[in-house]
């Protein structure tokens, strides 16, 4: 079968780059490159992107050998009828890998056209990295967004019409400003100029934003199925759920720089996205990081079959309702219905959503996810969230590295293989070094009277009987 290539679409349009986009995983593409599409086809929007590879590894080269172009499919449940949509993108038009090219990365700034930075680098990926110099490829994203801007600021001689708005897509809180002040530490690192400083802050927009649609990863286990449905192959097909939302916190005139109602998005442009967030990461991500450990380990690899199991479904289901819920600062009747739609998107029928790909970077997304619910239930309860507490000690016990191949930041991993290395006959100890590593969670977790004991014995007990027998006692 021939792979995907621009003779197999007819009037491929030649957009001019608008778009810089750090990231090319089944997200961006799912999601924002989506979205442009959608505009480009129905409104002025007429925007091209250039993709940005941010690791030295990357995906780059299979879209170069595809000109671009990829398959979106999106499966869902639309007016209670099954629904699904395929739709070829042709949005991205440009690639560079730094790492291989850093001076063609620096003449992307040069481009007149572009009006707009997306990203999504995780939740690890906005932070500040000792040791990135202006004078070659840097390690942190900030990093090469601050060369990027001051190659941008030196080009065009600190004209202000020539800034740009960042949308990033990491799930973190405030990800916009937390980006703005590492760029700004950068720029002062660097003793760039005062003017450059200024031209940051006045030239552009940095807003924050919240995003929400499930992306599960490649179709790999029924690709062949998804290639005689294209016709072709394409080795870079991503899949989604159809539901989509992308909050903004930022300025009104964002609706007219993106013309998100003529295409019929679920955009929202908001001054507070505060509410919007802390409901979609404490309930959806948070649903999602308590369930990566505790159905890995009971033998479930998807997130359908962890929901629909008669005892991990039901211990999800109570997480939510009794340890997560109670710690919102909203309605009940809103936050349960939020659940209850949730929880039907996880049972989406059409996606395989494997609890491997949610676990890339897990620790970080425990911390932003889940830790804030586990540290609100307790000062507001006087009590532990137990069933958190479980998937805390699976978590830990996940990191033993044997159950799948693990993905996180390399110090990470590297910390969890001592541990498990030499002082896996005593989870006393081992328990205490992971929940009082404060450059994991951001504070001392021993602190918290109980926890330390509770994740001890959770532990214990994994490590001693059948898994699926432990997670039973809590149904």
Not at 31 to 45: A, L, P, R
Not at 386 to 402: H, M, N, P, Q, T
Request: proline letters at 4%; glycine letters at 6%; hydrophobic letters at 40%.
């Amino acid at each position: 079968m021939e792979r995907l290539n621009q003779s197999m679409l007819a009037g491929n349009k030649d957009y001019p780059i608008k778009v810089l986009q750090f990231g090319e995983g089944n997200f961006l593409r799912a999601f924002v490159d989506w979205m442009i599409y959608e505009m480009n086809q129905k409104s002025d929007f007429n925007a091209g992107v250039a993709v940005v590879q941010p690791m030295p590894f990357g995906l780059i080269d299979k879209f170069i050998e595809q000109d671009g172009l990829y398959h979106h499919f999106m499966n869902g449940i639309e007016n209670g009828e099954p629904v699904r949509k395929m739709t070829l993108i042709d949005v991205l038009k440009q690639f560079v890998n730094p790492y291989e090219s850093y001076e063609a990365y620096l003449e992307l700034a040069e481009l007149e056209s572009i009006e707009f930075i997306v990203s999504n680098t995780t939740e690890a990926g906005i932070a500040y990295e000792a040791g990135d110099t202006l004078d070659k490829v840097q390690k942190s994203f900030p990093a090469k967004v601050t060369a990027w801007l001051y190659h941008r600021y030196k080009h065009f001689s600190g004209d202000r019409s020539k800034g740009i708005i960042f949308l990033p897509c990491e799930l973190i809180e405030y990800n916009g400003k937390k980006l703005k002040e590492i760029v700004v530490r950068y720029a002062q690192e660097w003793a760039l100029e005062a003017d450059f400083l200024t031209w940051i802050n006045e030239a552009n927009t940095f807003t924050s934003t919240l995003v929400d649609r499930i992306v599960p990863g490649f179709p790999k286990d029924r690709i062949n199925e998804v290639y005689e449905e294209m016709g072709c192959e394409d080795h870079v097909v991503c899949e989604s759920e159809l539901f989509h939302l992308w909050v903004i916190e930022g300025p009104q005139s964002l609706n007219d720089k993106i013309p998100h109602q003529a295409a019929g998005l679920n955009i929202v442009v908001t001054d507070d996205m505060t509410p919007y967030r802390t409901r979609k990461v404490r309930i959806l991500n948070g649903a999602h990081t308590s369930l990566v450990p505790v159905g890995l380990l009971y033998g479930i690899d998807q997130v359908k079959e962890s929901i629909e199991d008669p005892v991990v479904g039901p211990f999800i289901n109570a997480l939510l309702d009794q340890e997560v819920i109670p710690t919102l600062d909203m309605s009940l009747e809103e936050l349960q219905s939020f659940k209850a739609a949730v929880i039907d998107r996880f049972r989406n029928p059409y996606i395989k959503h494997y609890l491997a790909s949610i676990a890339l970077n897990s620790i970080s997304k425990f911390k932003t996810r889940v830790l804030p619910s586990m540290v609100t239930y307790i000062n507001e309860n006087k009590a532990l969230p137990e069933r958190i507490l479980f998937s805390f000690a699976s978590l830990v016990r996940l990191y033993k590295g044997d159950v799948i191949d693990l993905k996180d930041d390399a110090d990470i991993l590297a910390f969890f293989n001592e541990r498990w290395e030499n002082e896996a006959d005593d989870i006393q100890i081992l328990v205490h070094k992971v929940l009082s590593n404060q450059s994991f969670w951001g504070e001392d977790l021993t602190s918290y009277e109980g926890v330390e004991e509770t994740v001890c014995d959770y532990l214990q007990r994994i490590q001693s009987n059948d898994y699926q027998s432990v997670v039973k006692t809590f149904v």
